[in-house]
């Protein structure tokens, strides 16, 4: 089971720190991911990470702005969103899988509730 948190009303250039807490004790095994859908547009891939901490990729629009990580000790992983645009705004989502996160999504195995983030202009 997966719970997102971190959500909020942000001015644009402002951060915000999404939290993904995981349950088990089988979190370090997972591959993490984060994405984000608005409505009417198709789920979009904003990060992921491997198990151990590495194998860190991003949706190009993110790079340079948000950092994804992860604290396997706490079971949560973290996405950590500066210079936020008023396109990022969405539900941001977390994401978990034992082999892959592909970039659409699909096949993944576990899904958070999502968390609203809302950019100001």
């Known amino acids: 089971q997966l719970q997102a948190s971190g959500g909020g009303l942000v001015p644009a250039g402002g951060s915000l720190r999404l939290s993904c807490a995981g349950s088990g004790r089988t979190f370090s095994r997972y591959l993490m991911g984060w994405f984000r859908q608005t409505p009417g547009k198709e789920r979009e891939f904003v990060a992921r990470i491997d198990s151990s901490g590495g194998g860190i990729t991003y949706e190009d629009s993110v790079k340079g702005r948000f950092t994804i990580s992860r604290d396997n000790a706490k079971n949560t992983v973290y996405l950590q969103m500066n210079s936020l645009l008023p396109e990022d705004t969405a539900v941001y989502y977390c994401?978990?899988?034992?082999?892959?996160?592909?970039?659409?999504?699909?096949?993944?195995?576990?899904w958070g509730k999502g968390t609203l983030v809302t950019v100001s202009s």
């Open positions: 994401a978990a899988d034992p082999v892959s996160i592909r970039p659409t999504g699909s096949g993944v195995n576990y």
